[in-house]
């Protein structure tokens, strides 16, 4: 089940914040969070697991809510490199190893 | 770091000819890869799981047949595209299961566009 993104895409100031959620309505084991740029690969940021911990990847956080389902991702003080495509991916068993991707949200940070 | 090589980045095929794309982790072995195929602006829709050493494992809708997939070794899957037709024109990306301190993660080659005329 692909899990629901929103916003769809925001675009900020160098050193404004965003807030990125996702969230899905089955029950996870782990979230992981992506940032792809155009025609490139996705690369990884972090991996959340069950026990609503966050992550910190130099100003990019996120927290985990098992309870609701629930993942958010902060960009702070955003810089020019932030811009990007941002996904979550959700996994819903343990060591199944597959991941439902959100449909993406695109982060455009300006000068 | 981890790093997954994808090969190659472009390719451009007439109707009716098969098409191979190898998907290596370069610096860890992977039991499990996973192909995906993403159309513009859209999501990363996965198309199967490639299991060393078994038969790979399609999701819904996806046929086994078209889209050949083998993972002969711990660090290599390929993807075969067979009698591809413009419709098989997309972006193409693997990825390769990485276990590490009870964590699953994957990482991402960097994509084939395939161009069918």
């Known amino acids: 089940q692909q899990p629901v993104q929103s916003p769809q895409a925001v675009i900020l100031r160098e050193g404004e914040d965003a807030v990125i959620n996702c969230s899905s309505s089955?029950?996870?084991?782990?979230v992981h969070w992506y940032r792809q740029k155009h025609g490139e690969a996705p690369i990884f940021l972090m991996i959340?697991?069950?026990?609503?911990e966050q992550k910190g990847h130099d100003k990019i956080s996120a927290s985990f809510n098992e309870k609701k389902q629930q993942s958010s991702l902060y960009l702070t003080a955003s810089q020019l490199s932030y811009s990007g495509t941002y996904f979550c991916?959700?996994?819903?068993?343990?060591?199944?190893?597959?991941?439902?991707f959100g449909a993406g949200t695109t982060v455009t940070v300006r000068a | 770091g981890a790093v997954v090589s994808q090969h190659p980045s472009r390719v451009i095929c007439k109707s009716g000819t098969s098409v191979k794309i190898e998907c290596r982790s370069l610096?860890?072995?992977?039991?499990?890869m996973f192909w995906y195929r993403q159309f513009p602006k859209q999501s990363l829709m996965l198309m199967a799981t490639?299991?060393?050493?078994?038969?790979?494992?399609?999701e819904q809708g996806v046929e086994k047949d078209k889209f050949l997939i083998n993972h002969a070794s711990l660090t290599l899957s390929t993807l075969t595209v067979t009698s591809a037709h413009p419709e098989d024109s997309s972006f193409y990306i693997c990825?390769?299961?990485?276990?590490?301190?009870?964590?699953?993660?994957?990482?991402f080659g960097a994509g084939t566009r395939l161009s069918v005329l």
């Open positions: 959340l697991l069950k026990g609503g």
């Open positions: 610096d860890f072995q992977a039991t499990t």
């Open positions: 089955k029950a996870l084991y782990s």
């Open positions: 490639s299991n060393e050493g078994s038969k790979a494992t399609y």
């Open positions: 991916g959700t996994e819903e068993v343990r060591n199944d190893y597959k991941l439902s």
């Open positions: 990825s390769a299961n990485r276990h590490d301190l009870a964590k699953n993660i994957q990482y």
